[in-house]
């Protein structure tokens, strides 16, 4: 492909709105361009990347015996309404009418389609199990559009659904995806974990995120330095540390401190001239049951949604003030388990047990009680691990120290059970003529996030470096004066013998200085560079550079395709 005709319109300036490097480099170096919020055209050099997550994908799903369609993005109100997500679903889920009057939506995802269309066709256990997958565009309202591919609106997604016969088949079908889907991000050049998303009843087994390290990540995973457990840490299991549940040491005397105007973990520590983790954070928290207060350590956070699974309740949220005062006795910020004004339920994290002399509120307007003991002056009706993971934290399954790192979600896979295949009538027969609920599975890819992932783990100050895998072009061939024939013919035997070499080619032949010719090499990320100037070619040679490194090497002419070949077939796996 020539440089001139590929349509790739760089920026010199960084764009204002990108907030991450992928969308900055992605605007740049000319691979999408803004239509509207979260809607963006995929430019030729864009698209081409996609193509190449898109078949890595393929090629990974289809080796497992996933089976791929294209299911419509309109669709029925209908099907949405016989899962009940019609109403569900909020305004993530933009929905039209057509000319008359008849609802529709555009997919967000596809579980509704596709039970329908293996409700109405598939009818014996014999037919079982069935993977389908579908590449194609998915529309959400999100409400913060960002990130460029990362959060659009308009994006496109792998999704794929399993049916199976009974739970044990579901399993294996789940397992085969988790397998296949290590694969496609290894295959990607990705540095990724997969996760656990979820440790809630059906079990963590069977739901996880697959997350691509990095800085500008959206999730915080805790993850295990010595197994292979990981898990967002709003939900990472958090190992006991010992078994004491109460401190035995040196039994201090309960003083109540004047602290006035200190509300604050930062303000009272500062105060009183103690450690954040002597301190106990006491938090009013509404449930449908009533209010109850947590107890956390003060260099903890609350995981809300550890206490509600701990508490097995639909919510829980912070009280309001009203009720904070209420139960306290004490405007907000002087809570504290001893002395409430009104007795409520107390639960305690983990890191309470065992804990020494503590600070807590002393549910009085600028006051607060030191030298508080657990067991001695207060008990817990119980306590849970209710804390968001921290770097250091012991690890639940082994004896390892976990530590934690920024992450970006590029797939989710997850056993659903016969949500769909229940609400929605979807069954077989079995073996003994019965009828059964299909048990079924779904798995999503973000494709264009997948892409913008790949940027955000492999880029430098000067632009992308892409991954041999998923690089838009894996050779550039760049004439230092493309008008000198001498350049142009070598530039283009060396154009011929890639293609010929199967190796995806872009040639720079435009009528430019170097200096531009080579900032744009840069920004675009292409792995291979093969320079070629009148100097190197009157002995012969060409320079031979990869993007990460910073020199280049001289190679002979007649040597330089072969050699790239050989290095670019060595990095596709
Ligand atoms: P998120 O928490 O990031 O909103 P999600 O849980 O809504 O993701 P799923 O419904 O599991 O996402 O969708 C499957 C995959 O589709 C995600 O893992 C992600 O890679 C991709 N995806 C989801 N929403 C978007 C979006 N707005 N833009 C681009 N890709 C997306
Ligand atoms: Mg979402």
Redesign the pocket.
């Known amino acids: 492909m020539r440089y001139s005709k590929a349509l790739i319109p760089t920026l010199k300036e960084d764009p204002a709105e990108a907030e991450v490097i992928s969308h900055r480099l992605m605007l740049r170096a000319g691979m999408i361009r803004k239509v509207a919020a979260g809607i963006y055209d995929l430019l030729p050099l864009g698209l081409r990347v996609v193509r190449k997550v898109e078949k890595i994908i393929r090629e990974e799903l289809d080796a497992v015996g996933c089976i791929e369609l294209l299911m419509p993005i309109v669709q029925p109100a209908e099907l949405w309404q016989q899962s009940g997500r019609w109403e569900q679903y909020g305004p993530e889920l933009l929905r039209v009418r057509d000319r008359h009057g008849r609802e529709f939506c555009l997919g967000p995802?596809a579980e509704e389609l596709i039970t329908e269309l293996i409700r109405g066709t598939v009818r014996s256990y014999r037919q079982l199990p069935l993977n389908l997958y579908q590449i194609q565009t998915k529309f959400?309202d999100?409400i913060r559009?960002r990130f460029g591919?990362?959060?659009?609106?308009e994006?496109s997604?792998k999704d794929a659904y399993s049916f199976d016969a009974d739970e044990h088949g579901a399993e294996q079908s789940y397992l085969r995806m988790h397998q296949a889907y290590n694969r496609i991000f290894e295959r990607c050049g990705l540095k990724f974990r997969a996760v656990e998303a979820d440790t809630g009843t059906i079990g963590g087994r069977f739901s996880h995120?697959f997350m691509v390290l990095a800085r500008t990540g959206?999730d915080d995973i805790a993850s295990c330095g010595s197994c292979d457990y990981a898990a967002n840490t709003e939900k990472a299991e958090i190992g006991l540390e010992g078994d004491t549940v109460h401190y035995s040491g040196e039994q201090p005397q309960l003083k109540r401190v004047p602290t006035p105007g200190q509300r604050t973990i930062e303000e009272v520590t500062a105060f009183l001239e103690v450690e954040p983790r002597q301190l106990i954070k006491t938090l009013i928290m509404q449930t449908p049951d009533g209010p109850l207060v947590a107890l956390v350590r003060g260099d903890h956070d609350l995981a809300a949604a550890k206490l509600k699974l701990a508490l097995d309740c639909e919510w829980v949220e912070l009280a309001d003030n009203a009720t904070i005062e209420q139960v306290s006795g004490a405007p907000v910020g002087f809570a504290g388990p001893l002395n409430m004004a009104t007795k409520v339920r107390i639960v305690a994290d983990n890191a309470l047990r065992g804990m020494g002399p503590a600070v807590v509120g002393g549910n009085e307007q600028d006051m607060h009680v030191s030298g508080v003991l657990i067991g001695r002056d207060f008990e817990p009706d119980d306590f849970f691990d209710l804390r968001v993971a921290q770097a250091g934290d012991r690890c639940p399954r082994c004896e390892g120290t976990m530590s934690v790192m920024r992450g970006i979600?590029?797939?989710?896979i997850f056993k659903l059970g016969d949500k769909y295949s229940r609400s929605m009538n979807a069954a077989f027969l079995d073996a003994e003529g019965a009828e059964q609920h299909f048990v079924m599975g779904c798995y999503?890819?973000?494709v264009?996030?997948t892409a913008a992932a790949a940027i955000e783990q492999n880029h430098d100050d000067n632009g992308i470096i892409w991954p041999v895998p998923l690089a838009p072009y894996e050779a550039l061939v760049l004439a230092i004066k493309a008008k000198d024939p001498a350049i142009a013919e070598a530039c283009e035997r060396l154009e011929r013998e890639l293609e010929q070499l199967g190796v995806d080619v872009l040639y720079d032949e435009r009528d430019e200085r170097p200096g531009v010719k080579f900032k744009d090499a840069d920004l675009l990320g292409i792995p291979f560079r093969i320079t070629v100037g009148s100097k190197g070619l009157a002995r012969g040679v060409v320079e031979l550079k990869r993007r990460h490194e910073k020199e280049f090497t001289e190679v002979p002419l007649d040597q330089a395709a072969q050699l790239v070949a050989q290095a670019v077939a060595e990095e596709k796996l």
């Open positions: 995802t959400r999100e559009p591919l990362m959060r659009g609106r994006f997604m995120e959206e979600e590029v797939g989710h999503g890819i973000g264009g996030r």
